[in-house]
């Protein structure tokens, strides 16, 4: 099985993008790497009922979760953390940070987030979680892997974490209310929340599916998508990404950031690297959801999501409509007060989850500068 984007745009210099571990020409199929083992036997903690892998339609899946947890998946993560690498300037983190002593990573994926800001921060410990063991067997000496549930209450003592850090986790969880409280109690007065997702204009691909033709099956089966993470109970779309909801929750001094994307095939530029880990989300986000909740037959549903993939790789070709389809990078960050512990959290009365709220963003290059700020 290749990667769509590898197929779309027959790409020679794939070693320039994709990490050697994870280059792989092989069929998909789920072996044991003996990785559960080295895991259980070093720092991680690893609940035999998180490991809840299963097979369906040739892709792996760990639980109820939509999205695959597979090789292939854990490439598009890759790249989509190469994307916020050339975004961010090689930082990892917008928020000012001095001398932090624990960071949480909640969907940590792969780990190479808490990996990267494990190495700027040396004597920082830096906790990622996520429902799959999927992270690699080594890190750096001060990052550790937890696999735990974040819909459940967490683990953390109160006020002991400098930074909670979310990356694209649209329609991961069910109430985002409950995880920014949770958020909230384990942060110490004056730590940071920092949230970062991927949308367009329209959200849930409307903006990007406007440069399709007419007759082209994206505009059903983006529909159906959004209505297949209604009835899973996951609403896609970055409604979480709300000032108000993180005001609720007791956040102050918000700040949110918008980052343009055009898209482009210059070799390990951001657009392009976007454009190969997009492809390659079309089949990752709709086989299980269209599947199990509009029953669209698995093999049609695989044939529709590789004829949008080759009609995204024909717009990216097309000089004209890719200068102007672009995709955004959104932010959002909010402080604990200095003053405030967690059982000092006011109580709230938060809007649903998923639901969409008004965004106070600014567009933006990619630098990143005061004048692309607002508290």
């Known amino acids: 099985m290749t990667p769509f984007s590898q197929k779309s745009f027959n790409l020679s210099d794939s070693t320039s993008i994709y990490p050697s571990r994870l280059l792989s020409s092989a069929d998909l199929e789920f072996v044991d790497d003996g990785h559960s083992i080295d895991l259980a036997a070093s720092t991680r ?58 960071i949480l990573d909640i969907g940590c994926g792969t780990g190479d987030w808490a990996c990267q800001i494990g190495e700027r921060f040396p004597n920082c410990d830096v906790v990622g979680k996520d429902i ?73 691909w409307a903006y990007i599916c406007s440069f399709f033709p007419k007759e082209s099956r994206v505009h059903r089966m983006t529909q159906d998508l959004v209505l297949a993470a209604e009835r899973a109970g996951r609403p896609l779309g970055i409604g979480h990404l709300s000032r108000e909801l993180l005001e609720e929750a007791g956040f102050v001094d918000i700040k949110q950031y918008r980052f343009d994307i055009p898209i482009s095939l210059e070799s390990g530029s951001a657009g392009q690297i976007w454009l190969m880990s997009c492809i390659d989300s079309v ?22 999501c590789e004829q949008i993939a080759q009609e995204m790789a024909a717009i990216a070709r097309d000089p004209v409509k890719a200068q102007q389809m672009r995709a955004h990078i959104h932010i959002i960050s909010g402080r604990k007060p200095d003053n405030s512990t967690a059982s000092s959290r006011p109580e709230k009365n938060s809007p649903k989850a998923g639901s969409p709220v008004e965004q106070d963003v600014l567009p933006h290059s990619r630098r990143l500068s005061s004048e692309t700020v607002r508290g």
């Open 132 to 204: 799959s063991a999927i992270q690699p067997p080594s890190a750096p000496h001060n990052v550790f892997f937890e696999v735990e549930d974040a819909e459940e209450p967490w683990l953390q003592n109160p006020d002991s974490v400098d930074l909670v850090h979310f990356r694209d986790m649209v329609g991961a969880f069910r109430d985002w209310r409950f995880i920014f409280e949770q958020a909230f109690e384990c942060l110490r007065p004056g730590g940071y929340i920092e949230l970062q997702e991927t949308d367009d204009d329209g959200g849930s």
């Open 45 to 102: 903690s690893l609940l035999e009922r998180y490991l809840d892998y299963h097979e369906e339609n040739g892709r792996r899946y760990c639980r109820n979760y939509y999205m695959p947890n597979d090789d292939f998946e854990q490439t598009r993560m890759y790249l989509n953390h190469q994307v916020s690498l050339q975004l961010l300037n090689g930082e990892p983190t917008t928020v000012p940070l001095k001398n932090p002593t624990k």
């Open 283 to 304: 089949e990752a986000l709709g086989l299980r959801l269209l599947t199990r909740y509009m029953d669209y037959d698995p093999e049609e549903c695989k044939t529709a």
